[in-house]
Structures are given as C-alpha cells and as structure tokens.
C-alpha cells in the first residue's frame, strides 16, 4: 500500500512538471510571435495606425483608422478575423497578401493583442 502511494506521489510530480513545462513554451511562443510581430506592426502598421495603435496619425486620421488598444474593439474581433483584415484589406485599409507572409500577419496580430488597454 506504501508503495503504491509513492508511485502515484512521483507520478504526479512528473505529470506536473511536464504540463508545467508545456505551458511555458507555449508562453514563449506566444512571446516570440508578439516579439517579431512588434518590428513587422513598425515597418508596416504604425503608418496609419501609430506607434501606439491609438490610430492618432495623419494617415490614420484621414482613413479613420479604429484605435487597436481599445479592449471593446478588439473582443469584438476574433484573431482570425483580424488576419483576414490584415491579409484582404477591409474598408480602407490595403490588403498585405502580397506583402507580408502568413507568419508576418500573424505575428503582428497576436503583437496588436498586446496592445489591449
């Protein structure tokens, strides 16, 4: 019975520490997809929608561009969405198809996602 005890306690250490783990790579990807989509959203968003997504630029002024930090704007758009946005235009905006790759996309709205204030 003792021994019993002390596998199911060291299995579950083990269980625990590899779950653990899972869930800190995927922290770290998410990181590094927010990270690369940082210098993708500068080179190729900030134009319109400013440094700061608040969309407070001439560009984004005259094609009324939505402010990005805004929690109610963006629960209101899933992520697909939002690349669908991105990769097709939508209103006013230009379409990136050409331009950015599916992982530029990407990795700009999960940065976009860190935006949210």
Known sequence: MKRM??????????????????????ADKRKGAASKGRAVYTANCARCHGGDGMGHTNMGEIMQAPDLTDAGWQGRRS??????????????MPAFKKKLSKSDIAAAVAYVRTLKR
């Open 5 to 26: 005890k002390v596998f199911v306690f060291w299995t579950s250490v083990v269980v625990l520490s590899l779950a653990a783990s899972g869930v800190a790579r995927v």
């Open 79 to 92: 992520a697909a969405r939002m690349i669908a946005s991105v990769t097709n235009g939508r209103g006013a």
